[in-house]
């Protein structure tokens, strides 16, 4: 019963959207134009850059190739994703540079179970001491660090990275709780079995935005696997895609920067906001899943 208590207490932090100013970025613009400069479209997992105010109490403190989002509140911070286990040092970093206390972060989400965006969720926890919310199919990879059988990808070498000893509670089980809260999970298997993107209101004045962290959701597998061979988990992939597309949507986030197209937006080449944003994104990863399955009728 008091595990129970002490979740719901957790939980109840995500309600709020007051914006908690960093002294170091009052406008976005800077920061913005600092990463962009200082990373390349297609950079390196664990190539530091400088971390920049996304919108409102929405931060990017990831590296240059791997996405990490830091959402403020007065009650308590959210962080989502925690690179490699080298990046969750470079994400530490930028936290405190921006002038916030890790120990100020009550809860670690995740996008999908593979090393390059939970490698360092260990790390983090350490250092947070929050606890992780994650889907079952996930938990099982965090606790051991090692790919699941049934991920596309398993055989295709994925190093193992420190498993999770801490406190991970099971996103499928809140859902009805998460919900009427401020941050919804969205459930997108596809790219792995886990996999969950993430939306949530952020704030400016008055002005608020709905912030998507689509998960990758891209048809990636090990030489071998196909994914018509499974039909059960293709629906399941095309269901996620499906409620990315059907999400309310102002500014879409991706694990890879690159994705979503981040680097030129920017620099200015698009605009940051697009209410259109969450659909193009679906279109782009369902005709990508399309043309993989298209590939595996004529062994292209």
């Not at 791997?66 to 009650?75: N, Y």
């Not at 490699?84 to 994400?91: H, R, Y």
Request: hydrophobic share 40%; net charge neutral; glycine share 10%.
């Amino acid at each position: 019963m008091f595990a129970r208590i002490r979740l719901f207490a957790v939980l109840a932090l995500l309600g709020g959207c007051a914006t908690v100013p960093a002294p170091q970025l009052a406008d976005a613009a800077p920061g913005q134009r600092a990463w962009a400069q200082a990373c390349d479209e297609f950079d390196e997992w664990d190539k530091p850059g400088p971390p920049f105010r996304v919108y409102g109490d929405t931060y990017y403190v990831g590296t240059c190739g791997i996405t990490a989002l830091l959402v403020t509140s007065r009650k308590g911070h959210v962080l989502i994703d925690s690179g490699t286990e080298k990046g969750a040092e470079i994400v530490l970093a930028n936290i405190r540079s921006l002038g916030f206390d890790p120990r100020d972060v009550k809860a670690l989400l995740m996008s999908h179970e593979h090393f390059d965006h939970v490698g360092g969720m260990a790390r983090l926890q350490a250092a947070t001491g929050a606890p992780v919310f994650a889907s079952p199919e996930a938990a099982a990879v965090l606790r051991t660090g090692l790919p699941g059988g049934s991920d596309p990808q398993a055989a295709s070498g994925h190093p193992a990275f420190p498993p999770v000893s801490g406190p991970i509670h099971d996103v499928a089980f809140e859902m009805p709780m998460l919900a009427s809260r401020r941050f919804q999970p969205i459930i997108t298997p596809g790219h792995t079995p886990g996999a969950t993107s993430w939306t949530w209101p952020s704030c400016e004045g008055t002005t608020c935005k709905q912030i998507v962290y689509a998960d990758s959701l891209s048809a990636i597998s090990a030489d071998g696997y196909r994914f018509s061979d499974h039909p059960a988990y293709l629906a399941g992939f095309r269901r996620g895609i499906a409620r990315i597309a059907a999400a309310p949507c102002d500014i879409v986030l991706a694990p890879h920067p690159s994705a979503a197209d981040m680097r030129g937006r920017l620099l200015g080449h698009r605009a940051i906001s697009n209410p259109a944003g969450c659909r193009e994104y679906a279109a782009r990863v369902g005709s990508t899943l399309d043309k993989r399955l298209a590939d595996e009728t004529t062994g292209g």
